[in-house]
């Protein structure tokens, strides 16, 4: 299945077998972080602005995986 194909498929899913998706893709894109290969250009702009937002409050909030949980706990 060509990119165009996975991208023109995705409007048709539930919001459930999107959201199992974007999981997906959020688990690959994190190893490909930590296996070493760098940020893009645009990623990168967003975690500095982050860590900049974080150095002006520093307050911990709730973390991206606790609120995923809850959001997909609420989506069922």
Known sequence: M???QILEELPRLTASDR???FARLAEIHEAD???GIAPTPAERQALDEA???FERDPSPGEP???VFR?????SQ
Request: charged share 35%.
């Open 33 to 35: 972080l930590l296996e």
């Open 64 to 66: 991206w995986r606790e």
């Open 51 to 53: 860590l900049a937002e």
């Open 19 to 21: 959201s199992q998706l």
């Open 70 to 74: 809850q959001l997909r706990k609420t």
């Open 2 to 4: 060509s990119k165009a």
